[in-house]
């Protein structure tokens, strides 16, 4: 049972490419196919070349292998690819200076908020401020409704509101 099991898969594997695009040198393929799977698919974001079946992939795909079997190494196919599409078609993209505000913006925003959430915590309470002479009679004015401009605060036995 685990002979069929291991066999349909290594059936399934073998038709996942057309074997007319695969390279005649086995170690060719193998370095393909591991480039392959760096590779971001332009129209599905997420998905390796590897892994994607969009025309573009497949375009991608052919390009890569065009590049081994031409004799260049990963390192000048990575290049072209970055040079023809820029640094997005990587999925792990190389930490360089020109994007190091990108890996370290999310650092720098966490620390920002620890500082200030920080801050926020240590600074000590008010104490409670009495009121002025002035301002204790403006808020009993207010609360009588003596002043004329507001309506009482209180409310009142009469009030069928209350």
Same mark, same amino acid.
């Given at each position: 049972?685990?002979?069929?099991?291991? =066999?349909?898969?290594?059936?399934?594997?073998?038709?996942?490419?057309?074997?007319?695009?695969?390279?005649?040198?086995?170690?060719?393929?193998?370095?393909?196919?591991? =480039?392959?799977?760096?590779?971001?698919?332009?129209?599905?974001?997420?998905?390796?070349?590897?892994?994607? $079946?969009?025309?573009?992939?497949?375009?991608?795909?052919?390009?890569?292998? $065009?590049?081994?079997?031409?004799?260049?190494?990963?390192?000048?196919?990575?290049?072209?690819?970055?040079?023809?599409?820029?640094?997005?078609?990587?999925?792990?993209?190389?930490?360089?200076?020109?994007?190091?505000?990108?890996? +370290?913006?999310?650092?720098?925003?966490?620390?920002?908020?620890? /500082?200030? /959430?920080?801050?926020?915590?240590?600074?000590?309470? /008010?104490?409670?401020?009495?009121?002025? $002479?002035?301002?204790?009679?403006? +808020?009993?004015?207010?609360?009588?409704?003596?002043?004329?401009?507001?309506?009482?605060?209180?409310?009142?036995?009469?009030?069928?509101?209350?």
């Amino acid at each position: 049972m685990h002979l069929v099991v291991a =066999l349909a898969a290594a059936l399934c594997l073998a038709a996942a490419s057309d074997p007319a695009e695969r390279l005649p040198d086995p170690a060719q393929e193998a370095r393909a196919r591991a =480039l392959f799977r760096e590779v971001r698919c332009m129209v599905c974001q997420n998905e390796s070349i590897a892994d994607s $079946e969009a025309g573009l992939a497949v375009d991608l795909r052919r390009l890569v292998r $065009e590049r081994i079997a031409s004799g260049q190494d990963d390192a000048q196919v990575r290049g072209w690819l970055v040079d023809r599409y820029g640094e997005f078609v990587l999925l792990r993209p190389s930490f360089s200076w020109a994007n190091l505000v990108l890996w +370290l913006a999310p650092l720098a925003v966490v620390i920002a908020g620890v /500082l200030a /959430l920080a801050q926020r915590l240590r600074r000590p309470a /008010l104490p409670d401020a009495a009121l002025t $002479e002035v301002e204790a009679g403006r +808020l009993s004015d207010l609360l009588e409704g003596t002043d004329g401009h507001y309506p009482a605060l209180k409310s009142s036995p009469d009030d069928p509101n209350a």
